[in-house]
Structures are given as C-alpha cells and as structure tokens.
C-alpha cells in the first residue's frame, strides 16, 4: 500500500502494563492473553492508517519494560516522531514511573520537547483491583501537557482513539507547523513524492 508519510512511533511503560497486548489488539485485533510474557528488548508492528486525508504508515516499536534492556532499547529512541506512555492503573509503581520514561527520550533524543506523546492508563476494567483514580490520571497529563486515555484488551475502540490522537497530533506538528522549514529536520517521516515517486527522508533528532 502507497502512503504519504512514515512515522516511527515508540511504546514505552513499565514491564507489565499491557503494552504488546495494546498494540497487537490495535493492529492485529488480536486479544492478549492475562498471562504474562514480557517482551525480550524489542519488537514493531505495521499499520497504515489515514490522517488530515494524508496515508500514513506507522512503525510502531514496543519496547521492554525491565531495567536490563535499557541500554538495548535506547538504540531505538533514534528518530522517533512520537511516543505512547503506558501504565496500569492498578499498580501505582509504573504510575509514578511516567516521569522517568519522561527522562528516557530527553535523555536519548535532543528534540523530546517537540515530540508529541500520549498517556495511555491500561487495565481500567480490572475496577476492584484499580488504584489510579480518573481524576488522578488526568491530573498528571495536565502537568505532561499530554491528552490522557483509558483503555482495556477488550475495547478496541479506546485504543484506537489514542493512536489516533496521536497520530493527527503528529501530522499537524510536524506538517501542519512545517517544522522542516524552522530548521529542525524531522527524521521518522518518510515523505512519499507521488509525482515522481520518490521518497525524501528528513532527520527528527538533528538541528540542522
């Protein structure tokens, strides 16, 4: 399939949180399983999505939550155009662990302060065991100056509408803003030429 631009999204959360699960219900719609397999350093997926009447292809990396792969999955901050920030709302740990994925990406890509991101809460239908209330949640992605959406395995339709958000955000940041012509080169968009059929890349994580 032709499309416009390539966006290289990245996952990022605690172990445990859901977030292979989340991806494969979003491009596979495939259900997880409530056993629990964490992801060895990394993995993508594909989709191909339509945004501001533009095809986009997304390159979506989910990444391991446990310590020990750090060093393997900061390779993978390299041209990030966005990023997903998980946690499950019934374990307070990976709640207050956001900020230090915060870190991650300014710690590994120079522009992490122009790249859009989304707050995604996983596991609300586990009600009796839920500790992160809605209202803290929202707290939290108002001092991020992120949108913040609740999802479950089960609803497809909240895990669509935050990859959605995320990748109009995208779209008209990075395009809609012409962040290019600023003097940031934006890498992790593959910009298709549909006259000639060529494809130009430009760089997100270098000031040129």
């Known amino acids: 399939m032709e499309y416009d631009y390539l966006y290289k999204f990245i996952i990022l959360g605690d172990n445990n949180c859901g977030k292979t699960s989340l991806l494969g219900r979003y491009v596979d719609d495939v259900l ?23 095809q986009i292809k997304m390159n ?3 990444t391991a939550g ?6 393997i999955i900061s390779y993978y901050y390299k041209n990030v155009a966005a990023a997903i920030l998980v946690f499950d709302v019934t374990n307070r740990a990976s709640f207050e662990n956001i900020q230090s994925w915060i870190e991650e990406i300014k710690f590994n890509c120079d522009l992490s302060d122009k790249i859009p991101m989304v707050l995604i809460g996983n596991k609300n239908d586990k009600l ?24 479950n395995m089960y609803n497809w339709e909240g895990i669509n509408e935050a990859f959605i958000n995320l990748v ?24 298709q ?16």
């Open 32 to 54: 997880g399983s409530d056993d629990y397999y964490p992801t060895i350093g990394v993995d993508f997926k594909i989709k191909v999505v339509e945004s501001n009447g533009k």
């Open 60 to 62: 979506i990396w989910d």
């Open 66 to 71: 446990q310590e020990k792969f750090k060093s």
């Open 128 to 151: 009796s065991k839920r500790i992160i209330t809605v209202s803290e949640a929202n707290k939290l992605a108002d001092e991020l100056n992120m949108d913040y959406f609740e999802t």
């Open 168 to 191: 109009d955000k995208t779209t008209e940041y990075y395009i809609t803003n012409n962040v290019y012509s600023q003097g940031v080169k934006v890498h992790s968009i593959e910009i």
């Open 193 to 208: 030429n549909n006259e000639d059929k060529k494809s130009k890349i430009v760089d997100c994580c270098k000031i040129s």
